[in-house]
């Protein structure tokens, strides 16, 4: 079982910076696809950027240029760094790690970022 801690989120003002961070406990974290998704009130979740266990990324195109999605293997740690962020961006964000060739797929609680002025 794997246990997934969000942090980094909060209130920034448009224009800001914000680095979310997701601990991982209980397995390997590197053979894991990581992923970051988000949640807008009244809107489904939506998945913003991941990357494999290869280090390969992608991003949704409303983050591209804006966002970097990355992984610290030997700290069993992801990160989303979030520059110029814009009030549209404020959401829940949650961390995922897949590997769907065995069924694996975990989220964490979450966190908020407001972007407002």
């Known amino acids: 079982q794997v246990q997934l801690v969000e942090s980094g989120g909060g209130l920034v003002q448009p224009g800001g910076s914000l680095r979310l961070s997701c601990a991982a406990s209980?397995?390997?974290?590197?053979?894991?696809?990581m992923g970051w998704y988000r949640q807008a009130p009244g809107k489904q979740r939506e998945l913003v950027a991941f990357i494999t266990s290869g280090g390969s990324t992608n991003y949704v195109d409303s983050v591209k240029g804006r966002f970097t999605i990355s992984r610290d293997n030997a700290k069993n740690t992801g990160y989303l760094q979030m520059n110029s962020l814009k009030p549209e961006d404020t959401a829940v964000y949650y961390c995922?790690?897949?590997?769907?060739?065995?069924?694996?797929?975990?989220w964490g609680q979450g966190t908020q970022v407001t972007v407002s002025s």
């Open positions: 995922n790690l897949k590997k769907i060739v065995v069924g694996h797929d975990y």
């Open positions: 209980g397995s390997i974290f590197s053979i894991y696809t």
